[in-house]
């Protein structure tokens, strides 16, 4: 079994990423002793770091990246994958709302796939982020031809060589796009595997934020415009 790298992005997740941090070693140590569990602290305003801090204490596989400013959500994978060391990648969240045990249903795809993309089989969000997931991903799959029915799953394992080959630039939501689209565009394979989905029971969401997800889709017409233009 090649090494994982499991990336975590936290912005004050104080209530939630210890729990998230002790449920990734668990996964991932089920199948491989190679492996490392990175939390990109997103300039938190909370005890986000402390609470790393502290298990680093007892594992040493968990290491911290801390942004002293909030750089966004496709700011703090960037910092995760570039201090990522492992064959594989592995993202998942820092707000519990996926089960990092369920890597299980992803590691038999690597067989003949560079990216395994998980989808929600049933969502737990607000009436209102599934209205807007709804869209973008419909809005994406017609912008770039399929690439997932869930394209901002944040449950994703996928093979190092792909960051390699594709450039992230988007500092926000719209960096997932970028990920399967740019992997699609250079001949990739991504295949797709069902996974849980939990509601948030502590901590507070900024994804529906309206100016979030506007910012959002202005980064995607602007990334499809580019990809038109090369």
């Excluded at 067989?111 to 989808?119: N, P, R, S, Y």
């Excluded at 994406?140 to 901002?152: H, I, P």
Aim: with cysteine; proline share 4%.
């Amino acid at each position: 079994m090649p090494g994982i790298s499991v990336v975590l992005p936290a912005y004050n997740e104080e209530a939630n990423v210890g729990q998230a941090v002790r449920r990734a070693i668990q996964a991932v140590a089920a199948h491989t002793s190679d492996y490392e569990v990175i939390i990109v602290d997103d300039g938190s305003r909370d005890r986000t770091s402390e609470v790393v801090q502290e298990i680093m204490e007892e594992h040493p596989q968990v290491r911290l990246v801390r942004h002293e400013v909030n750089r966004g959500y496709g700011g703090a994978l960037r910092s995760g994958f570039k201090a990522a060391s492992k064959d594989l990648i592995f993202l998942t969240a820092s707000d519990n709302q996926y089960d990092p045990s369920e890597i299980g249903r992803l590691l038999p795809f690597m067989e003949d796939a560079d990216i395994v993309a998980g989808f929600r089989a049933h969502r737990r969000d607000p009436f209102l982020r599934r209205v807007y997931a709804w869209a973008w991903n419909a809005l994406v799959n017609l912008l770039f031809g399929y690439l997932s029915r869930d394209v901002d799953c944040a449950f994703k394992l996928f093979r190092r060589e792909v960051l390699e080959e594709v450039t992230l630039t988007s500092p926000g939501a719209m960096v997932d796009t970028q990920l399967l689209a740019g992997a699609k565009l250079k001949g990739f394979r991504i295949r797709e595997a069902a996974v849980s989905h939990f509601p948030r029971e502590a901590g507070h969401q900024t994804g529906a934020d309206p100016r979030v997800v506007l910012q959002a889709f202005r980064d995607l017409i602007r990334y499809w415009w580019e990809l038109g233009r090369r």
